[in-house]
């Protein structure tokens, strides 16, 4: 398999020459067109990916539920939700080595099966330190799935398809958390908080085994090595970003997330400096070698203003629903359901659009529309009406859905086959601390502002801030332009 690629990157030697490996299971068409072998291991990821990321959100609505039955304060049911965050953040930078280290079917086993053991461990948790390690062990593995899925569609997908392939991951990607705090309400109004994790085993159990059954190897092994010092920086780096992020805007937070944050950054810094000297060897736990492709950047940086976007929305409207329309957790759950559905079923369609058309003209649409929806939800009152949020809501994820399968899609074709899992990791963890960097800095300031003027004026505030944020997204997406993947082909 080539490694060439076109102007949008310099190949320096060590990225040319991908390790030698032994090639198993379905290759990438050359005539355009998938087996069905293909078809069968991405439909098997993506639904397997579907599952992992709707259990994330599924515990939101539960945490009250919780804190009576476990007997815990809002401080500690809160660990619920960043244990499983801060696990993402520190899995994620090593799903490069473990997807060059592992085969496909054998990083596929080892992510749900982690995932069911979690599910099943958190069913029957008798306490809540249980249950804690339950959601740590769920995390580890879908970590592991949302990079193995991108990487195996960049190797089996031809490049003239992979636009509308990558538009289907949006399905996993935004309906799926959209479901969760819906699915959980539903659950919660008729069974214990247990019967969360007993109806997604089953489906958890029923991937796996049609994953063991069919699921065949892809594209190549490398030989890398486990650098050790640089997983251990993965863990106050990765986690002291995501935790300090996550809890600063809290009411009792403290110095202690400042403390987090400051670490984080430094071991960052450290993580970086290693992996560049690794990459001297070939060795780096990430591959930075991503960011020499222009594009690539680019697009990181865009899903980076973007789910900062997102994630401050999915924090802050259900605030408004419920403290000033005063809707109950079921109602704003079906509330925000439209818009998710929406982003997810126009995923496909906005996929095959750009095949034809390229990014710009999606980026730039999507980018104004969320500028002006964002805009739009800081002029929102205690008077609003609830269609007009429920239909803000549905067009800013339209926004976003026009803004992530290019960006996925743009930023990884160019990569060779050598980068592609470590394209994807750097992606999904960019993802992750821009997510609680968004959730932060929009939280601290809807918190400051709700004090003095309060909690109308801090929503509006915060949003404000949000459509801020969301101009950078029209600078960066004006800059995308059509991609050539690594041998493929492509326009300028």
């Not at 251990?232 to 009792?252: D, H, K």
């Not at 290693?274 to 940086?301: C, G």
């Amino acid at each position: 398999m080539s490694s060439d690629v076109t102007s949008d990157g310099p190949v320096s030697a060590a990225t040319a020459q991908a390790t030698p490996a032994e090639v198993t299971g379905p290759q990438p068409p050359v005539s355009g067109k998938m087996s069905r072998e293909s078809v069968t291991v991405i439909v098997t990821l993506l639904v397997a990916t579907f599952v992992v990321i709707l259990n994330e959100t599924i515990m939101n609505v539960a945490l009250q539920r919780l804190m009576t039955d476990l007997q815990v304060n809002a401080s500690t049911v809160q660990w619920l939700a960043t244990g499983f965050m801060l696990t993402m953040a520190v899995v994620i930078p090593t799903t490069g080595f473990i997807l060059q280290r592992m085969s496909t079917r054998g990083a596929f086993m080892l992510a749900m099966g982690l995932f069911s053991g979690g599910t099943l461990l958190a069913a029957l948790a008798p306490g809540f330190l249980v249950l804690l390690v339950a959601r740590i062990v769920q995390a580890g593995g879908t970590a592991i799935m949302l990079p193995l899925l991108m990487t195996t569609i960049l190797t089996l997908v031809p490049m003239a398809r992979r636009g509308a392939v990558m538009g289907n991951v949006s399905i996993a990607i935004s309906v799926a958390p959209a479901m969760g705090p819906t699915v959980s309400g539903i659950i919660l109004d008729h069974f214990s908080w247990r019967f969360m994790f007993v109806f997604v085993l089953p489906v958890a159990l029923a991937a796996f085994a049609i994953g063991a059954k069919y699921l065949t190897n892809v594209g190549e092994r490398g030989k890398t090595t486990l650098d050790l010092a640089s997983v251990i920086l993965t863990v106050p780096a990765f986690g002291g970003l995501v935790y300090g992020l996550s809890q600063i805007g809290g009411a009792e937070a403290g110095i202690v997330p400042v403390i987090a944050l400051v670490v984080g950054v430094a071991c960052l810094a450290l993580f970086v400096v290693r992996q560049l000297r690794l990459q001297k060897s070939d060795a780096p736990l990430l591959d930075l070698r991503a960011f020499n492709y222009r594009m690539f950047t680019v697009s990181t940086l865009l899903m980076v203003v973007a789910m900062m976007a997102l994630f401050g929305g999915v924090i802050l409207l259900p605030l408004y629903l419920q403290n000033t329309l005063h809707l109950a957790p079921m109602e704003t759950g079906l509330a925000l359901l439209p818009g998710g559905l929406a982003m997810g079923l126009l995923g496909p369609v906005i996929g095959r659009i750009f095949d034809k058309v390229g990014p710009l003209p999606l980026t730039v649409t999507g980018s104004v529309l969320m500028v002006a929806t964002l805009w739009a939800f800081s002029r929102l009152d205690e008077s609003s009406a609830l269609w007009w949020v429920i239909t803000l809501h549905v067009v800013l994820s339209l926004g976003l859905a026009l803004l992530f399968t290019p960006a996925f899609t743009t930023g990884l074709n160019p990569l060779p086959p050598n980068l592609y899992s470590h394209g994807s990791a750097i992606i999904s963890t960019a993802q992750q601390v821009s997510g609680a960097a968004g959730t932060a800095l929009l939280v601290s300031i809807f918190a400051v502002v709700s004090a003095q003027s309060g909690q109308v004026a801090g929503m509006q505030a915060a949003f404000f801030a949000a459509t801020i944020i969301a101009v950078a997204a029209v600078v960066l997406g004006s800059m995308m332009r059509r991609t050539e993947g690594a041998g493929g082909h492509g326009g300028h």
